[in-house]
């Protein structure tokens, strides 16, 4: 099945979400979220959400659909809901209690709280308290002393995971009491009051953490590092040293993003601009295959050949009235291409870095770049 | 206020933000006598014509933890070793040696390649680093140069 592409204008797209029901998709855009309606072949803008005086790093839609989360670099978040007498969404702020950046956003399963992480070396854990109808927030500090990029919640709501700039990767309890019912013990444990550190785990090279994934079950931890590598953790129960800690070393650019299809299963992507899938178990992970057929970067590009004699192509006297008349209109110059303009994009779908990878269905992935696309690829 | 740009913000918070201290990585330092050792076996290894075993002992052994004398130390013994495979061997016979180092070395083999280039004597010899590191990158692809930058672990 050929993927669904979604050209929506030009600008990076940091992150996207579909709803539940696959009819409405979000994303970021400088300092507002895109609404989508996207059930009918040619999505259809529905709305803006504008209440944000910077950079919206992250956005989420809450697993019963009703509400969108969003974060920002301007230090808040808003939980947006529709509003049927005077059909818009409206805000309701956060109170977060940071003071830097709000990194990225993430509703836990059961829909009941959510988490924020921050540059300012916190994860919030919110939730709502109809008391002073707000959302209120308890601080995940300790030990963490770098910027959150990556959050990732394990399926009883209970555990988070989060993955830092200082190259670890930490599950921790954000067990909320009153609010969460006692959860069952689990692979990472079984005494889990607020803020316990359940798993500390580091890549080999120290290298950023761009991504970190629970699986299906939460019985396994993954996550992706700048250094191109995959780390996987098999955890063995409270205050005991993990079953199995695997590196998967790849000679690709670095992921951006991680999804796990099924246990055995994942799925990244990234600086590479394809989706690679990946198969194992506790006992070994490798690749398994692309998405998509790509042409080597570093061999056969055909701009090296291109670029070397650059100067030396003559070109038509029509290329170049064309060439002017681009100028004219546009003030800039697309170099008129002998091979015919295609030769100059890249083969795969994305233009650019893939910067986020969600489970769509079963089978299918949804991917957003900063090439401005939302992509529905099946895998 | 018109200087804030210069608050010492960490002053604000001192507990808990990261150190120099804590990026450094967690192994066990190495001192500059093992590495004249190294040094040694690499050169011996070289005498005999044993040239993988020079390369690889010297690329198991990079001295991560330790002072820059030591590190210089065995940037230099790493450069003797190619100087001496690429003075006995034709260009395409480099490809032989890269694919019988494990990714480990491989990486630590870029490393010493941009290391080596940044030196007084790298320089003179650029042509031989840059038949090293084409050689290298051809069967390794983008993975170790995005690793060398990225590793903390510096040589």
């Not at chain 1, 830097?100 to 919030?124: H, L, M, Q, Y």
């Not at chain 1, 930490?170 to 607020?194: M, Q």
């Not at chain 1, 359940?198 to 931890?221: K, Y």
């Not at chain 2, 990714?103 to 790298?122: C, E, N, P, W």
């Amino acid at each position: 099945m050929s993927p669904t592409i979604y050209q929506l204008g030009h600008l990076p797209i940091k992150e996207h979400v579909f709803s539940p029901d696959r009819k409405t998709l979000a994303i970021t855009k400088a300092n507002t979220v895109e609404l989508y309606d996207v059930s009918s072949a040619r999505p259809q803008l529905i709305t803006t959400l504008k209440g944000h005086d910077k950079t919206v790093t992250s956005v989420d839609i809450s697993p019963d659909g009703s509400r969108i989360l969003t974060c920002s670099q301007d230090r808040n978040a808003l939980v947006w809901e529709y509003n049927p007498q005077e059909q818009e969404y409206k805000p309701t702020l956060v109170l977060l209690r940071i003071n830097r950046a709000a990194t990225v956003c993430k509703w836990s399963p059961n829909g009941e709280k959510f988490a924020i992480g921050s540059s300012d070396r916190i994860v919030a854990i919110c939730y709502y308290e109809a008391e002073n109808d707000w959302w209120i927030s308890k601080h995940l500090k300790k030990p963490l002393k770098s910027t959150i990029t990556s959050l990732s919640w394990h399926p009883n709501s209970v555990l988070l995971s989060c993955g830092s700039t200082d190259g670890h990767a930490r599950v921790f309890s954000a067990y909320i009491k009153g609010l969460d019912s006692k959860p069952e013990p689990t692979a990472w444990g079984s005494k889990l009051p607020f803020q316990t550190l359940c798993g500390d785990f580091i890549n080999e090279t120290g290298a950023w953490i761009h991504d970190v994934a629970f699986s299906p079950s939460g019985d396994a931890l993954a996550f992706v590092n700048h250094d191109a590598s995959i780390g996987i953790v098999y955890p063995n129960g409270q205050d005991q040293p993990p079953r199995s800690i695997l590196n998967v070393k790849t000679n690709y650019l670095p992921f951006k993003s991680i999804v796990f299809l099924t246990e055995n299963k994942i799925v990244v992507g990234g600086h590479e601009c394809n989706l690679i899938v990946f198969e194992g178990t506790e006992q070994g992970w490798k690749e398994s295959y692309k998405v998509e057929k790509q042409k080597d970067l570093t061999h056969d590009n055909p701009r090296v050949a291109d670029s070397l004699n650059d100067d030396d192509v003559e070109i038509s006297s029509h290329d170049a009235l064309n060439m002017f008349r681009q100028l004219d209109l546009k003030g800039k110059v697309n170099k008129p291409n002998p091979q015919g303009g295609a030769a100059r994009a890249l083969s795969t779908v994305h233009q650019n870095t893939i910067s986020n990878i969600r489970l769509y269905a079963s089978n299918q992935v949804s991917t957003s770049g900063i090439d401005g696309k939302v992509v529905v690829f099946s895998v | 206020m018109s200087d804030w740009r210069s608050i010492d913000i960490y002053a604000l918070e001192p507990e808990n933000f990261l150190t120099k201290q804590d990026l450094i990585p967690d192994l066990p330092p190495v001192s500059h006598d093992v590495i004249v050792g190294i040094s040694q076996q690499c050169r011996q290894a070289l005498s005999s014509g044993q040239f993988i075993v020079a390369l690889t002992t010297a690329l198991d052994t990079p001295p991560y933890v330790a002072d820059e004398a030591t590190k210089s130390l065995h940037a230099e013994t790493v450069f003797e070793v190619l100087c001496s495979i690429r003075n006995n061997h034709s260009v395409n016979d480099l490809s032989k040696f890269v694919t019988q180092l494990d990714s480990t070395q491989q990486d630590t083999l870029v490393k010493y390649l941009y290391k080596s280039m940044g030196t007084g004597y790298g320089t003179k010899q650029g042509g031989l680093l840059l038949s090293w590191f084409e050689k290298t990158v051809e069967i390794t692809g983008l993975g170790p140069i995005v690793r060398y930058m990225t590793d903390r672990r510096t040589v």
